[in-house]
């Protein structure tokens, strides 16, 4: 365990891709910025909320008042939850290019703002949910939700993706299940941000030692004959580079250095 006084001998992203050392990194810190007499506040579950409701609640106190981050959903919830007296201005030349490619998107595809629309009902249920958020994925890789499912999409452009000399699994669209997953959680965060408490545990997300996580889909990504035969021949043992780590699954005896 690292404490004030530890010098680091490896990368932050390497150190923070542990949860202890995560949680103790941020305890280290909140403290050092205490003593310094710098008010902290912890967010339990969503940090871009707690730090767009906090610039909000202060914001009668002074001129102006800057919040710094780089994820756009900050400028999101600002321009959604700011009052109408409330100016928000973006210094951040360089927003996320693909959140904002895909609000164009939606803006000329009035279809689909109407499908999204579901988000917003806090009454929806998770049939509509999921409806909803699979017909959005269909469109957004290119195929009709009114003639496909997400599972058809998902086979025909493996068929064209497998043609070709390269190409890369995960590029393909998710399946339903997974799909189906991410709707709830999504729709599970809008909901939280429009001030609308919602059971996590029913809307895609489980509990762990660490916290609330990503509840895993149920359904593999492709029958268990195919999967067996993704491998790699990496002699220094399977890394990021390994076909089955790309295609997000355990090494298989096929692999050769491992063996599964």
């Not at 103790?24 to 767009?52: G, P, S, Y």
Request: with cysteine.
């Amino acid at each position: 365990m690292f404490h004030e006084e530890t010098v680091l001998q490896y990368t932050k992203e390497k150190l923070l891709a542990n949860e202890c050392n995560k949680k103790r990194f941020i305890e280290l810190l909140k403290k050092a910025l205490q003593k310094a007499n710098i008010c902290v506040q912890q967010a339990v579950e969503d940090a871009d909320l707690t730090i767009v409701n906090t610039a909000i609640s202060v914001a009668p106190q002074y001129d102006y008042g800057p919040v710094v981050g780089e994820d756009i959903d900050l400028l999101v919830l600002l321009t959604a939850l700011a009052s109408t007296h409330m100016v928000v201005i973006s210094h951040q030349h360089c927003l996320a290019k693909v959140k904002t490619n895909l609000l164009v998107y939606f803006l000329k595809h009035e279809e689909l703002l109407n499908r999204a629309a579901t988000f917003l009902n806090p009454q929806a249920t998770t049939e509509q949910v999921t409806e909803a958020g699979e017909n959005v994925l269909v469109a957004l890789y290119g195929g009709d939700p009114a003639t496909q499912n997400l599972d058809e999409l998902r086979y025909h452009s493996f068929v064209k993706a497998a043609a070709k000399t390269k190409f890369n699994l995960a590029r393909l669209p998710p399946n339903t299940d997974v799909a189906q997953l991410h709707a709830m959680r999504s729709y599970h965060q809008l909901q939280i941000w429009l001030g609308n408490e919602k059971d996590s545990l029913k809307w895609g997300w489980m509990h762990n030692p660490s916290g609330l996580f990503p509840k895993k889909s149920e359904k593999d990504p492709a029958p268990e004959s195919l999967l067996q035969c993704i491998s790699c021949t990496r002699k220094k043992g399977c890394t990021n580079a390994c076909g089955r780590r790309k295609a997000g699954q355990h090494c298989s005896l096929l692999c050769k250095h491992c063996i599964g």
